[in-house]
């Protein structure tokens, strides 16, 4: 489906704003303003501090007009947005082709430029991932970007084309280089040292632009030490937050962390299924606990591709279009 629309795409991704224009459009003197870490806190273009808080557009292709505003609208301001490249997902989700410009599907290519577009035409702070569950090691994979320096070149050239193609795209918030890592045999210091081989290639092209780095073992914030990096000061630390019984257990772990290191933590995905009990009352519990403590967070997720009103999602597919579940559009909303 996406191939076959992928000329309406791009079209339509060239009106909203020029996300759709490779990086060398605009000349030095235009680069866009950037966020910037300083310690534990990320400053916004003038200087003052800012807590990124809105939700995952993280399920692929399920993006619509008027989530921007909408989600402006409550309160966000930013938002996170995925390409999938290299992995197993549902049909069409992997935008892996060896053979094209950035190793990435032309039409798939078209569609996260109108995503991007779509959130930063509405002035949210756009942070991109890419998302590799064979090149993160998922599963226990031999072959991923540790073992694989095949791959894991590829991956690269994947980064270097992202960032050229958006150096110049205002309200490009950070990249977050490669979620949840896990490769089999791998310890912390291994995955850091992937992280620090990735980050001078995207400041050779964007010296700029904060880069997201997260712990090793799924993004396990008990690993989050681990992850801390002297290759750049200009980094923000991540980390998964799905809510379990023991609820406010990992938020020592972010508050030692930022102390410790003087540097700035945003939880990537923090979420619940929706259908248990108590799943309003943990929400609530761990949102609070992150305003309270200026902790950034994007909730998972604001679409889910899927039919079962009781898993994550602020909207998930009925038999007649999209179906909001309103109680928690309005819970999350009243945190951001």
């Excluded at 549902?90 to 779509?118: F, Y």
């Excluded at 396990?220 to 801390?228: D, P, T």
């Amino acid at each position: 489906m996406i191939k076959r629309s992928a000329g309406l795409v791009v079209a339509a991704c060239g009106l909203l704003l020029a996300a759709c224009l490779p990086a060398d459009a605009a000349p030095p003197s235009a680069l866009p303003q950037r966020l910037k870490v300083s310690g534990a806190q990320v400053l916004d273009p003038q200087g003052h501090p800012i807590v990124l808080r809105g939700y995952n557009w993280g399920q692929w292709g399920t993006v619509q007009p008027q989530d921007g505003a909408d989600n402006v609208a409550a309160g966000a301001n930013s938002v996170r947005v995925p390409l999938r490249w290299w992995g197993e997902w549902k049909e069409d989700v992997d935008s892996r082709d060896p053979d094209a410009p950035g190793h990435i599907d032309p039409a798939h290519l078209a569609l996260l430029d109108q995503t991007i577009a779509r959130a930063t035409s509405k002035h949210l702070w756009v942070t991109l991932f890419v998302d590799s569950d064979y090149g993160q090691g998922a599963g226990g994979r031999p072959d991923n970007f540790w073992s694989n320096p095949v791959m894991k070149q590829q991956f690269v050239e994947v980064w270097q084309f992202l960032a050229r193609r958006y150096r110049n795209v205002p309200f490009m918030g950070a990249y977050e280089i490669l979620p949840e890592p896990k490769p089999i045999g791998v310890d912390d210091d291994g995955v850091r040292a992937f992280y620090d081989s990735i980050i001078p290639v995207i400041r050779g092209i964007d010296a700029r632009i904060p880069v997201v780095v997260g712990p090793n073992d799924n993004y396990n914030l008990k690993h989050l030490a681990g992850a801390h990096t002297t290759i750049d000061p200009n980094v923000i630390y991540t980390g998964n937050y799905f809510i379990f019984d023991n609820t406010l257990s990992r938020i020592p772990d972010i508050l030692d962390f930022r102390q410790r290191f003087d540097a700035p933590v945003w939880i990537n995905q923090v979420g619940i299924p929706s259908g248990n009990p108590d799943s309003r009352a943990k929400a609530r519990s761990v949102l609070g606990a992150f305003n309270e403590n200026d902790i950034g967070w994007a909730w998972w997720t604001y679409r889910i591709s899927g039919s079962n009103p009781d898993t994550h999602g602020i909207y998930y597919q009925g038999p007649d279009g999209w179906v909001v579940k309103p109680e928690w559009l309005k819970l999350v909303n009243s945190f951001l």
